[in-house]
């Protein structure tokens, strides 16, 4: 989860890239989630306008321009505790970003709180990006009170004596995301990881896969999609206590990888769909980096992993085009992880049924 730095203003439309920004003060590279510029000392905001990254102008009283005479905007109400970047058009009723008015429930405001949540609402606006750059439909609660996406950030019960009584629960329901807070603690996550046997988990991660679940909702509605969606995935009316509880007891079947991208991806066809929509939103956002870094693989004698990134990810016609640039990133990745003594950055295996699957994804993103 890339072509030369954009300049900071110009849109995705224009040819925009995904992390590399160009401080329109300095011409120092500015990445994605910086506040500052390191070089000129340049305040930063990130503008959904134009999905990029700005030097900003002060205007006084808690104002910025984009540029002098340019639009004047001022930071999302999360900015005074160093939680986004993200701004907000300076006659908009809302306090928040596009981000940040979706949560209903975000962690304490302690030393502890706060670090995971600048860690949770990092990864959150990474999930954004992808969601405004496709242009998908995102209602907030007040737009669909029945259906519309909220997130809760939801820490453990926890005794007297410090231990965990209950994990706070990662899901999702009629819209709402719940995220437990305490996996933003690197040793926590990893801990669950380990227990769970699961080759890959982090923050991003649990948001795409759970953000998949809500885009069912909204996406998989007329009968064509639906039709399709049940030869590719299987029912989703199937039991899914009863599914995740053979998972649990049985196992994945024998032959799992050579139809789903993950062992928990056969637990049930809606989790099918949603680990496939994560991994949509993985290949997309990691081939839009590379190309922003100019990366291509071009290893001598082996013509099967030459790759460059020279097509916009995010309007890729059909998942094979993402995928014939993707697999020699991923098999490059992996092999500089291990040269680090890393874990594989994409520990998984495209199979046939599952880049069907991930093209009829692409479909629906393509008509949202």
């Not at 699961?198 to 909702?217: D, N, T």
């Not at 990810?313 to 680090?340: H, K, T």
Request: net charge negative.
């Amino acid at each position: 989860m890339p072509a030369s730095p954009p300049d900071a203003g110009v849109s995705p439309e224009a040819g925009d890239v995904m992390k590399l920004f160009t401080c329109s003060t300095c011409g120092q590279t500015i990445h994605f989630d910086n506040r500052v510029c390191v070089r000129c000392g340049a305040t930063l905001g990130f503008c959904v306008d134009d999905m990029a990254l700005h030097a900003l102008v002060p205007e006084g009283e808690g104002l910025w321009a984009l540029a002098p005479g340019e639009g004047v905007y001022r930071f999302c109400a999360n900015a005074v505790q160093d939680v986004c970047n993200w701004l907000v058009p300076a006659e908009s009723p809302h306090a928040y970003c596009e981000a940040c008015r979706h949560n209903r429930i975000v962690p304490t405001i302690d030393p502890q709180g706060l670090e995971r949540w600048r860690r949770i609402g990092a990864a959150q606006r990474h999930l954004f990006y992808s969601i405004l750059r496709w242009k998908l439909p995102h209602p907030t609660r007040e737009e669909d009170p029945a259906g519309g996406l909220v997130f809760d950030f939801l820490a453990d019960t926890v005794g007297a004596d410090g231990t965990v009584v209950a994990a706070a629960m990662t899901g999702h329901e009629a819209g709402v995301v719940s995220l437990r807070a305490a996996e933003a603690d690197d040793a926590v996550r990893e801990s669950v990881r380990v227990s769970m046997g699961e080759p890959y988990r982090s923050l991003l991660g649990h948001f795409r896969h759970e953000i998949g679940h809500f885009y069912w909702g909204q996406l998989v509605r007329d009968e064509a999609s639906l039709t399709e969606a049940r030869r590719l995935f299987g029912d989703e009316r199937e039991d899914y206590a009863a599914a995740l509880r053979r998972n649990y007891e049985q196992g994945p079947p024998p032959d799992w990888q050579d139809r789903f991208i993950s062992a928990y991806a056969s637990a049930h066809p809606a989790e099918d769909f949603a680990e496939c929509w994560a991994h949509f939103f993985h290949i997309a956002d990691t081939l839009e980096t590379a190309r922003a870094f100019g990366l291509n693989t071009d290893p001598k004698g082996h013509e099967e992993l030459e790759a460059e990134v020279t097509f916009d990810p995010y309007r890729a016609p059909d998942a094979g085009r993402l995928v014939e640039a993707w697999v020699p990133l991923s098999v490059a990745m992996n092999a500089i992880q291990r040269s680090m003594g890393q874990p594989d950055s994409y520990p998984f295996v495209l199979s046939p049924p599952v880049v069907e699957k991930l093209d009829f994804i692409n479909g629906l993103v393509r008509r949202a």
